[in-house]
């Protein structure tokens, strides 16, 4: 596997940032799928925090994240940028205190965790037209291969969540060959929210 080092995780300017400032609020669809609603803000756990964009909007609409990523690479992208975004302080270094992050296999630490709603976003299936596949994606493929494991995870997730699961996944794929139907779905433009009551 190469290592891409143009990949950065950055909180305070880009995508981010501007999604932060002219996002949709609670409105936006993964707020939505994961059960946040005005004067509901249940305690969260990202299994798959790769650049942590997720957990990142999650927390600037209030939630208590914790972050999960197996990959040392990756993991060590997202300590630099939550440590940028504490120093930066001021509204970044306040969303950044209510993400902690954790170093592991997310299979192995769930169980132990006693979470009320779990976001799985694993590297979703190659899509034939390549070229649509983001740059940052592709970059993180680079680093941490295709993930082989993800029913596993799903599955781990179900048993552990009191509340919810939510899987996000292309809009058009097929749902993962093994997994139960979900209980709905909030379909986007390019990815869907396939949502799992436990
Ligand atoms: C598609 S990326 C997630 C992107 C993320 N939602 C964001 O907003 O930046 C998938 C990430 O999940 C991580 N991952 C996959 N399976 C995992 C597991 N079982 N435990 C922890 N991390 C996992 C991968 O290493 C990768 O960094």
Not at 7 to 25: E, M, S, T
Not at 180 to 197: E, L, N, T
Request: aromatic letters at 4%; a positive charge.
């Amino acid at each position: 596997m190469t290592q891409n080092h143009t990949l950065k995780c950055d909180f305070i300017g880009g995508a981010v940032n501007h999604r932060l400032l002219y996002g949709g609020g609670r409105g936006q669809d993964l707020p939505k799928a994961v059960g946040m609603k005005a004067g509901k803000t249940p305690h969260m756990i990202d299994a798959t925090a790769g650049l942590g964009r997720d957990a990142f909007l999650l927390a600037s609409l209030g939630a208590q994240v914790t972050l999960i990523e197996r990959s040392d690479v990756m993991h060590a992208l997202l300590q630099d940028g939550l440590n940028a975004a504490r120093d930066a302080g001021g509204l970044h270094a306040e969303i950044a205190s209510r993400m902690t992050l954790f170093h592991g296999d997310a299979i192995d630490l769930l169980p132990s965790m006693n979470p009320e709603v779990v976001l799985v976003d694993p590297m979703h299936p190659a899509r034939q037209k390549s070229a649509l596949v983001k740059a940052d994606l592709r970059a993180i493929r680079d680093i941490v291969g295709t993930d082989d494991d993800q029913l596993s995870l799903i599955q781990t997730a179900l048993a552990t969540a009191s509340k919810r699961v939510v899987l996000k996944w292309p809009a058009k794929a097929a749902p993962l060959a093994g997994l139960k139907p979900c209980s709905h779905q909030i379909i986007g433009k390019s990815v869907r929210f396939d949502v799992f009551m436990t």
